[in-house]
């Protein structure tokens, strides 16, 4: 018997908590939390027992499938990459290189393989590019472009050291952060509040983060740029001195002249705020010794994104909370990925999409147009986009595409997926590689401690060797590259450069980006990191908290932090300027958000039966007043429509949520049409972006905007 556990990280969320995986004769038996894991100190969700189920899932796939007819066949690696580059060249060859898309899923972020997937992206040449950026944060790195010069300095909340945090469409009692990587967020936000801090969640829901918070504020679906108006107002005339900033500030100006007549009392009602909260949570903001906003997901997925984004880190510069402890900050990680990508600049309007609708961002275009990409303007009439290549992504149920998704892939020339699963996305592919499970692979993540609250490094230890005949998603990534590159002789080239690429790994890429790092032995000597040393300690190396750094970071043409762009300015005003009485009518009477659940990681975790055990989560939670206006009872089946779409989930009865407003959470919608999940098609619940209008978008990137949808909810009539 060979019985040992190993030291990793759950790589499910962003939050990548420290686990001990304790394994038999490569059979998982247990998973906890390690308490000497230093970010995560022995915190883990439901979530990271998951891993041990996805491993050993027998709806997992382990070998490459090609399409027959209805169905798919078993093919070797060989043959599917010889497939895969035979017809994505052709296609190319004759109809361009943007004739191929591609689409990387949120998943590809939580691997070092993501750097194999732009390599993909860049060999392909294609200007088709989309991720799931542009479904949920693509306003907060344009504010950040805008104001600090590059779409990667997205300033992190420094929770650990603040004395009152104030939350904005965010439950990092439950995501354990995002953008700001927090394991075990309750009991980071409960110790500011044991330390005499103060915590304030802005939400429609009463949400499980302001549940434990001291204070709860129900905005209108929809009013959060007002609040942060309101509030900018009160503090600009209490006090008109420029804000105080470890690097110079433009705007400040124009800034006081935009919020002057924004007074609390006109954003009242169009933020669904009493005048007296905006002034006092303004105040309070301003007389904390430290403070800081923190907004995400619910904020982006407004047409509002943009601007509300640009307001939180304005609020949090006028009061004096930038670059300082307590504040908004910046990590200084071991690989320092935010100076290096800065380089690469982020690029705006290089190109759009077919019609014009939408201008390229970060060089890729908002997913939301996917559909119409490929499907043209009818019948006869396809549109640029006649093959895809997906990596570890599920648009199908995960982007607004008014249900057109489905019809648009089933009419492509050619479809790859990169994926473990046979999903509502893969299963209309032509071939799909899958990848070893997480628990087979041992990478070092690059991306999240750029984001995390504490200076951090830490090193994913492989649990159970892979089978001989499998690939990891790096190496069939950098496979596919190699493939599309329109060669001279590649039958003689090919074996050649797949022995260099099979050089270059993700390891050797760290272990030299360490080296070189801001912690590495070239910058510290003796005293500093090595990969080595990182892989030798098992709950990672503590670097310190975070240090004020904007300074040698900051990237604008004039190395001056922009309060005030003008385009957020113009836009501003253009918004006070709209006119709310026109309405989608009383048809439409309900205002929707989202809603997000522990056990539920978008639609990738429905196939672990422990994950969807219970009752049913894929819900419309509804206020009691809402519910008797409308005769309906907990657990009744009920339809929502909006102005595109319909669906039926049951209704949920509660005073958690604002009247007027409902929450039915994404990812859903899972069924039996050729789809590999045996467990979520028992599951199916509903797909929430049936009901949201790809065309309705931030006003900027074009990122997806499902928070605010107009519904109605009616009982279900019988046949």
């Not at 009242?268 to 007296?276: K, S, T």
């Not at 093959?387 to 489905?406: E, I, K, W």
């Not at 990534?477 to 260099?500: D, G, H, I, M, N």
């Not at 339809?639 to 409902?662: K, L, Q």
Request: net charge neutral.
């Amino acid at each position: 018997m060979s019985t040992r556990t190993v030291a990793r990280q759950c790589t499910l969320c962003e939050a990548h908590c420290g686990i001990l995986v304790s394994v038999d004769n490569d059979k998982v038996t247990r998973i906890e939390g390690n308490p000497d894991d230093v970010l995560s100190h022995g915190y883990i969700c439901p979530k990271a027992t998951a891993l041990a189920d996805l491993h050993s899932d027998p709806d997992r796939l382990r070998r490459p499938l090609r399409r027959v007819g209805d169905g798919f066949e078993e093919i070797g690696w060989d043959e599917a990459f010889a497939l895969i580059g035979e017809r994505l060249r052709a296609i190319q060859r004759r109809h361009g290189r943007d004739a191929v898309a591609m689409y990387l899923g949120n998943p590809a972020a939580h691997s070092s393989s993501v750097i194999y997937g732009i390599a993909l992206r860049v060999a392909l040449l294609t200007k088709q590019f989309y991720s799931a950026s542009s479904i949920d944060q693509f306003p907060q790195e344009f504010a950040a472009w805008k104001m600090y010069g590059s779409n990667v300095l997205m300033p992190i909340a420094d929770v650990d050291r603040t004395d009152r945090l104030l939350i904005l469409g965010a439950n990092p009692a439950v995501s354990n952060g995002s953008v700001t990587t927090m394991p075990d967020a309750r009991g980071r936000i409960r110790a500011i509040r044991r330390r005499g801090g103060t915590v304030v969640v802005v939400d429609p829901r009463r949400t499980e983060t302001a549940r434990i918070a001291d204070e709860h504020v129900a905005i209108r679906p929809g009013g959060d740029p007002f609040l942060l108006l309101g509030m900018l107002h009160t503090i600009v005339t209490d006090d008109r001195t420029p804000p105080q900033a470890t690097v110079p500030v433009s705007g400040w100006q124009e800034l006081v002249d935009l919020v002057t007549p924004c007074t609390p009392e006109d954003m009242a009602p169009r933020a669904g705020v009493d005048p007296d909260t905006i002034r006092r949570l303004a105040r309070d903001h301003t007389a904390a010794r430290s403070a800081v906003a923190y907004a995400r997901i619910g904020v982006c997925h407004q047409v509002t994104g943009t601007l509300t984004h640009w307001l939180v880190n304005t609020l949090n510069a006028v009061t004096g909370n930038l670059d300082r402890p307590g504040g908004q900050m910046y990590a200084t990680p071991p690989i320092d990925a935010a100076r290096l990508v800065r380089l690469l600049g982020s690029g705006y309007g290089r190109w759009t999409n077919r019609r014009g609708e939408h201008k390229s961002f970060r060089t890729e275009l908002p997913v939301v147009g996917l559909a119409d990409e490929i499907l043209g303007d009818g019948p006869g009439s396809p549109g640029p986009v006649r093959a895809l290549v997906t990596y570890a992504g599920n648009p199908v149920l995960s982007t607004p595409q008014g249900g057109r998704l489905d019809e648009a892939l089933e009419s492509l020339d050619f479809f790859v997926a990169v994926d473990m699963y046979l999903t509502e996305t893969s299963r209309h592919a032509d071939v799909v590689l899958p990848p070893i499970s997480h628990l087979e692979r041992e990478e070092f993540d690059f991306l999240f401690p750029v984001f995390s609250v504490r200076n951090n490094a830490r090193f994913n230890d492989r649990v159970i060797e892979p089978q001989p005949d499998s690939l990891e998603d790096w190496q069939i990534l950098a496979r596919l590259a190699l493939e599309v590159v329109p060669v001279p002789f590649r039958s003689l080239l090919t074996r050649p450069l797949r022995s260099v690429i099979d050089r270059i790994s993700p390891l050797r890429l760290g272990a030299l980006g360490v080296l070189t790092g801001p912690h590495g032995v070239l910058r510290r000597g003796r005293k500093g990191l090595t990969l080595n040393k990182i892989r030798r300690t098992p709950g990672g190396v503590d670097l310190g908290p975070l240090q004020p750094r904007l300074r040698s970071l900051i990237a604008t043409s004039d190395r001056r932090l922009h309060l005030a762009p003008d385009e957020f300015v113009t836009e501003a005003h253009r918004l006070l300027g709209a006119d709310e009485t026109v309405s989608e009518g009383t048809e439409f009477d309900l205002r929707l958000i989202g809603r997000r659940h522990l056990r539920s990681n978008n639609s990738w975790l429905h196939n672990v039966p422990t994950m969807v055990k219970g009752r049913d989560r894929c819900t419309v939670l509804m206020h009691p007043d809402d519910a008797a206006a409308r005769t309906l009872v907990d657990g009744q089946p009920v339809t929502v429509t909006s102005r595109v779409g319909h669906i039926e989930v049951p209704v949920e009865v509660s005073d958690e949520i604002r009247v007027g407003t409902v929450a039915i959470p994404h990812g859903w919608g899972h069924d039996e049409k050729g789809v590999g999940w045996s467990t979520a098609a028992a599951h199916p619940g509903a797909n929430v972006n049936l009901l949201h209008d790809p065309k309705v978008t931030d006003t900027f990137t074009g990122n997806a905007a499902v928070n605010a949808t107009m519904v109605n909810v009616t009982a279900v009539t019988a046949p």
